[in-house]
C-alpha cells in the first residue's frame, strides 16, 4: 500500500483498478488541505472519523461521521479541521486519469502553488 506524509496530515492509498482510487485521508488539528481542483476526476468523500469544514466552490458545509460529498471534476474544493483531533474521511476518485498531478491549486498556506 502506499503511504504518503504531506503537511497537513497523511493519506494511504487503500485499493486502486482501472479508473479508481480509493485513499483513507487524515488531516492533523488546525491544518487543512489546499483549495484545488482536479480536471480528469470526480471525488466522493465520506467522513469516517470526527467532523470538518468543507468548501465546495463558493459554499460552506460542515459534514459529521457518516456524512459524504461528491466533488465533480473542474469543482474548487477543500477540506480543513479546525478541531483538536485528526479527522480522517475515505476518498473515492474515478476517472479516466488518477496522477497525483492532475491538481490545480487557487490557495495553500503551504506555499505550494506553482
Not at 485513499?23 to 481542483?37: C, D, F
Not at 477540506?79 to 491538481?103: A, M, S, W
Request: proline share 3%.
Amino acid at each position: 500500500m502506499e503511504h504518503e506524509k504531506r503537511p497537513w496530515g497523511e493519506y494511504t492509498v487503500l485499493k486502486e483498478g482501472e479508473g479508481f482510487k480509493v485513499k483513507s485521508i487524515i488531516v492533523e488539528p488546525g491544518q487543512k488541505l489546499s483549495l484545488q481542483l482536479h480536471h480528469k476526476r470526480a471525488e466522493h468523500w465520506i467522513i469516517v472519523r470526527g467532523e470538518a469544514l468543507m468548501t465546495l466552490d463558493d459554499k460552506e458545509i460542515h459534514l459529521k461521521k457518516n456524512e459524504s460529498v461528491y466533488i465533480q471534476k473542474e469543482t474548487k474544493h477543500l477540506i480543513e479541521n479546525q478541531g483538536k483531533l485528526p479527522r480522517e474521511f475515505i476518498e473515492v476518485q474515478t476517472g479516466d486519469y488518477l496522477g497525483e498531478d492532475d491538481i490545480e491549486r487557487f490557495d495553500d498556506i503551504y506555499g505550494r502553488i506553482k
